[in-house]
C-alpha cells in the first residue's frame, strides 16, 4: 500500500503561482510513476504531468507545458507540483496518483494504483 497526502492548494490571481507538494508513505518509490491529475467542476479527471521516480523523467499535458514543472525530492518521498503563470481555467481538485512502474509500461492508458485526497486550487481572474 502507498499512502498520498497532498498539501499547498489554495486561491491564487490569475498570473500567480503555487506548489502543490504529495508527500508518500508505505512503500519506497523506487518502482512507481508518479503523477498529478485534477479535475475541474463537471469536466473529468485529466492528466496533468508524471515522472518516473527512478529516473525523474517528466511529462506533462500540453495545456500545462511550459508552465507547471513536477520534481520529486527522494529523501523526502514527496513530489512536487510547481505551477507558475496559473490560469483561471487550471482551477480543480489536484489529486496525486501513484503507478506501479511495470504495469503502467505494459498499459500507460490504466488508471493509477492509488490516489490522494485531492487539493483544491482556486484561480481568480
Known amino acids: 500500500q502507498v499512502h498520498l497526502e497532498e498539501s499547498g492548494g489554495g486561491l491564487v490571481q490569475a498570473g500567480g503561482s503555487l506548489r502543490l507538494s504529495c508527500a508518500a508513505s508505505?512503500?519506497?518509490?523506487?518502482?512507481?510513476?508518479m503523477a498529478w491529475f485534477r479535475q475541474a467542476p463537471g469536466k473529468e479527471r485529466e492528466f496533468v504531468a508524471r515522472i518516473k521516480w527512478s529516473s525523474g523523467s517528466p511529462n506533462y499535458a500540453d495545456s500545462v507545458k511550459g508552465r507547471f514543472t513536477i520534481s520529486r525530492n527522494t529523501a523526502k518521498n514527496t513530489v512536487y507540483l510547481q505551477m507558475n503563470s496559473l490560469k483561471p481555467e487550471d482551477t480543480a481538485i489536484y489529486y496525486c496518483?501513484?503507478?506501479?512502474?511495470?504495469?503502467?509500461?505494459?498499459?500507460?492508458?490504466?488508471?493509477?494504483?492509488?490516489w490522494g485526497q485531492g487539493t483544491q486550487v482556486t484561480v481568480s481572474s
Open positions: 496518483a501513484a503507478y506501479l512502474a511495470y504495469l503502467f509500461g505494459r498499459d500507460p492508458d490504466r488508471d493509477p494504483d492509488y
Open positions: 508505505g512503500r519506497t518509490l523506487s518502482s512507481y510513476i
